[in-house]
């Protein structure tokens, strides 16, 4: 068998998740097993030589491109490899923490397929296919969410139902597409396949009014898993849209379809932070920003001819630190605390300082607190939203100071003492297992935002893959 | 074939309105069965016998797996229902049906003109009746089974539009993943006892 791309990137992981389900019993050595896979195949992404081939002492392994999977092809070209990387690595960084308190055995390999089946998705020709890989991912994901016996699971219902409904309308759109080429741009039919499409990405994304799943997902499941479901999904989903715009000239030159994307991002912002700011629930508020951070992708997406599609991909890194540091600290938490309401957990920081103040900064960074990670790229794409319109830069604007007040709000409680324990002194009770990570994380957050450039500059090259939308 | 083809969509309606409204499992996993059945006949019109046979064998299985599972995890709700709620389902499913063969032909015209008005009648009722399903209730299995039926409606009209192995193989893929997640879920609900925490301990 000839090695190729594909193998290394899909195949592989997945393979080796198998193995791990085999020794499900055996915890430290699935923690390093699939970490070293996932981070292993970060690496390689990110160091593989151009010519894609790799030089092993005196043996010399040259990988191709492209593999035939029933007459298609999934084919993982150099371009894409930073992506991957990306992925991988951040995959990787779940899984480390996969050892944490009530998070499920079979979320490491089930992550494992995820991640190999998205990269999958990325890679296959014709690229709608990629939906159907997509609801692969989504349907392997469903035995992680499912906790116990008497865990609600309506938001993992509707989370199902929302992504299953949503792939046949890409795939028909993709049928509609084809035709709608040779159509001059007035025709009905035009605008009739935008709107296939549009609500294909709507359901996928969780635009509003789909979003209902995100936040009963986040209360419902595990915040380690959530935290990787609402990381992996949207932002593959996000490149895989990509692919439609560069495909498709008609789609790429309407100023109309990017006034509307730009002005459904700003409704999510909007809507999302103020849904933020107004929680109780620190897991709910948690699916909530996620929904202001998809605002954000796709206000992203809507200046792409401001560059905004840089600023996207750049978000991602910065989003997916602050996202684990969330789930982390969530998880943590919850391993103290029966419920994570604002009752619950009030004085909290009295006796867990270092997990309070995590959490704080994990939504800060994600909110865009100045030295933070997201702070350089959320200010500009808010300038950008400014200077096109006021309104639209005013309401995104709002929205994202709902992250904010809700971090104040969130402050407030965990600081103030409770009336059963009104003199409660300031002492940290957490091991320095439960805190350091917390610390790097928070350290890794403040270089990034110091040197944004520097760091999260990288992962724009894939925008090579996309020829028409540079 | 267009006596077949009739007949095929009348099952499909049939099919789908006692998984609308009825919620007893058997029922339920009888009409599935029928309703694959119909939906192998109309994409047989438009794919080889070969190809369109997978369709049928893929929803067979889906729908054992789900009727093995219900029957070892019995769900039957019949005996609390009031005739007033089989009477609203029922309703609710005439109004599908209607709307259905108003939307169709228009559909037809404007935007899949080579595709046999049967087909796009077929496929849109499954699809309509499913979402109808997916908005009027919460169990599981009927979710499950709701979510094939769209899905089954959707690969009736998309297998008059493209011929492809391996959109097919993606399909059952997807097909059968569903009916595992439902089983996955029934099984999971009526387990006797929650799963334990085997993280570090805190």
Known sequence: ?470 | MSALSTMAFVLIVIATMVILVFRDWRFNAAALAIQYLAAFVLVSLSWPMGMAVVKLIVGWMATSAITLTCMRHTHTESDSETTASLFFRGLAGLLIVLLIFILSPALQQRVFPRVDLVIIQGGMMMVGMSLMQLGTNSEPYLVIMSLLTFLCGFEVIHAALELSTLLTGLLVVVNLGLALVGVYFTIKISEPSPIEDEGEPS
């Open chain 1, 1 to 470: 068998m000839t090695l190729s791309t594909p193998i290394l990137w899909v195949i592989t992981p997945m393979v080796i998740a198998a193995v791990i389900s085999i020794l499900h019993q055996r915890h430290v050595l699935g923690i390093i097993l699939a970490s070293l896979t996932a981070f292993g195949l970060a690496v390689l992404a990110a160091l593989f030589p151009q010519d894609l081939s790799l030089s092993l002492g005196p043996l010399t392994l040259v990988f191709e491109e492209s593999l035939g999977i029933l007459g298609r092809q999934i084919i993982l070209d150099y371009d894409i490899l930073p992506f991957i990387a990306f992925i991988y690595g951040m995959t990787g960084l779940w899984l480390l923490s996969s050892n944490l308190p009530g998070v499920p055995d079979n979320f490491r390999p089930i992550s494992l397929v995820i991640t190999a089946s998205l990269t999958a998705a990325m890679g296959v020709t014709p690229f709608l296919y990629a939906a159907l890989l997509i609801e692969s991912a989504v349907l392997i994901s469903i035995p992680m969410l499912f906790l116990k016996k008497d865990q609600h699971y309506r938001g993992i219902l509707r989370y199902l139902s929302l992504q299953t409904i949503a792939m046949p309308f890409i795939l028909i759109a993709g049928w509609l597409l084809t035709g709608v080429v040779i159509l001059p741009p007035d025709s009905p039919l035009v605008g009739q396949t935008a709107i296939v499409l549009g609500l294909g990405f709507a359901l996928l994304l969780a635009v509003f009014p789909f979003h209902s799943w995100v936040p009963m997902l986040s209360e419902q499941c595990h915040p380690t898993v959530v935290s990787y479901l609402l990381f992996i999904l949207p932002t593959t989903i996000l490149v895989f849209g990509l692919n439609f715009l560069n495909r498709y000239a008609f789609l790429r030159t309407s100023a109309g379809i990017f006034d509307t994307i730009r002005l459904i991002g700003v409704v999510m912002i909007s809507i999302g932070g103020i849904w933020t700011a107004t929680q109780e629930h620190l897991k709910r508020a948690f699916g909530y920003s996620a929904l202001v951070e998809i605002g954000f992708s796709l206000l992203a997406i809507g200046l792409s001819a401001e560059g905004g599609l840089r600023w996207m991909l750049m978000l991602f890194t910065a989003r997916a630190l602050g996202y684990w540091l969330w789930g982390y600290t969530l998880t943590r938490l919850e391993s103290h605390y029966d419920t994570l309401d604002f009752k619950s957990i009030q004085g909290c920081a009295r006796k867990y300082p270092l997990l309070a103040s995590g959490l704080l900064l994990a939504q800060l960074s994600i909110a865009g607190l100045p030295l933070l990670a997201s702070f350089p790229i959320k200010i500009t794409l808010l300038t950008q939203a400014i200077s096109l319109g006021g309104s639209l830069g005013l309401w995104g604007f709002i929205g994202n100071l709902g992250l904010f007040l809700f971090t104040i709000r969130l402050l407030l409680s965990v600081v103030t003492s409770t009336e059963s324990e009104p003199i409660r002194l300031w002492g940290t009770t957490e091991k320095s297992s439960e805190y350091l990570p917390i610390l790097v994380l928070v350290f890794i957050l403040i270089i990034i935002g110091l040197f944004p450039h520097t760091f999260l500059a990288g992962i724009t090259n894939i925008l090579t893959v996309f020829p028409q939308l540079q």
